[in-house]
C-alpha cells in the first residue's frame, strides 16, 4: 500500500492493470488495497484505477480554501521576519498568504535573503520586494511546482537558516507532521537541520487529517502558527509535546 501511493504521489492517479504489473500482484489484491487506502482517506477509486486524494492534486483549489485563516497565518509570520536574516520558505498555500505580505512590504525590514524551493513563490518575490532571493536548484516536481532531489538537497547544504516557514498537508499526534510526497519531505527535513527556528504554517483543517509520509514527529517543529479554529485537543497534544502553538488574529 505504501508502494501505491508512492506511485500515487508522482503521477497524480494510477491503472488498477498498471499498478498490479508494477508490483507483480494479481488485480484483486490492488483492488483491495485501494479500497483499504479509500477506507483511510488518502484516495478516491474510480473505474479502471485511482486518484489521489491529497492537496497537491487540487493545487489550484487549495489556494481558495480557508483563505481568511491562511492570510492571518501568513501576516503573523511576516511580523517575525526581522533585517539580516536568512529565511526559508516552503511551498504551500498558507506559505503564499506569507509571499503576499513580504509583498505589500516590511517596514522594519531593511535587506534580508529569501530562500525557497518554491518556482511560484520565487517567481513572485523576484523584482517585487527589495530583497535577495535564492531559488533551490534541483528536479522540479510539477504538483506544487517545487524543486526536489539530491541537487535541491545539496544546494540546501550550503546555508544556514535563521527562520524556516514550514507547511504540512497533515498533522496529528500519533504520527506528527506529514506531507503527501516523500520527495518534499527529504528536502523540509534538510532545511529543518539547518535552521536555527522553524515555525509550521499549518492552519487548523490540517489536524488529523491522514497523509502518506512523516516530516518530523509533532515535537520535531517547536513553534506552529495557526488559526483560532484548532480545536482544545490539538493545541493540547501540542504542548504536550513541547510545541508553542501561536494563534494568528483574524484579518479583514
Known amino acids: 500500500m505504501q508502494l501505491i501511493m508512492s506511485a500515487l504521489s508522482a503521477q497524480g492517479e494510477c491503472r488498477t492493470s498498471e499498478l498490479a504489473q508494477r508490483f507483480r500482484l494479481s488485480e484483486n489484491t490492488i483492488r483491495r488495497d485501494l479500497l483499504e487506502l479509500e477506507e483511510q482517506g488518502l484516495l478516491l477509486r474510480v473505474h479502471g484505477g485511482a486518484v489521489l486524494v491529497d492537496q497537491d492534486v487540487a493545487y489550484a483549489n487549495r489556494l481558495e480554501h480557508s483563505v481568511p485563516q491562511k492570510r492571518a497565518i501568513g501576516r503573523a509570520a511576516a511580523a517575525l521576519i526581522e533585517s539580516g536574516q536568512n529565511i526559508y520558505l516552503d511551498v504551500g498555500s498558507t506559505t503564499h498568504e506569507l509571499v503576499a505580505a513580504?509583498?505589500?512590504?516590511?517596514?522594519?525590514?531593511?535587506?534580508?535573503?529569501?530562500?525557497?524551493?518554491?518556482?511560484?513563490?520565487?517567481?513572485?518575490?523576484?523584482?517585487?520586494?527589495?530583497?535577495?532571493?535564492?531559488?533551490?536548484?534541483?528536479?522540479?516536481?510539477q504538483n506544487t511546482f517545487c524543486t526536489v532531489g539530491p541537487s535541491a538537497l545539496a544546494h540546501i547544504d550550503q546555508f544556514r537558516f535563521d527562520l524556516f516557514f514550514m507547511g504540512a498537508n497533515g498533522v496529528d499526534p500519533e504520527r506528527g507532521w506529514t506531507n503527501s510526497n516523500h520527495m518534499e519531505v527529504l528536502v523540509k527535513r534538510a532545511v529543518i537541520s539547518r535552521s536555527k527556528r522553524v515555525f509550521a504554517l499549518v492552519d487548523s483543517s490540517k489536524w488529523r487529517v491522514p497523509s502518506l509520509a512523516q516530516i518530523v514527529p509533532l515535537g520535531g517543529v517547536k513553534h506552529w502558527l495557526v488559526d483560532a479554529g484548532l480545536p482544545a485537543e490539538a493545541k493540547a497534544s501540542a504542548r504536550a509535546a513541547g510545541v508553542e502553538v501561536n494563534v494568528a488574529a483574524a484579518t479583514q
Not at 525590514?109 to 523576484?126: D, Q, R
Open 102 to 141: 513580504i509583498r505589500e512590504g516590511l517596514p522594519t525590514v531593511t535587506h534580508l535573503h529569501i530562500f525557497t524551493n518554491g518556482v511560484k513563490i520565487a517567481g513572485e518575490l523576484i523584482g517585487q520586494t527589495p530583497y535577495n532571493v535564492h531559488l533551490i536548484g534541483g528536479e522540479i516536481y
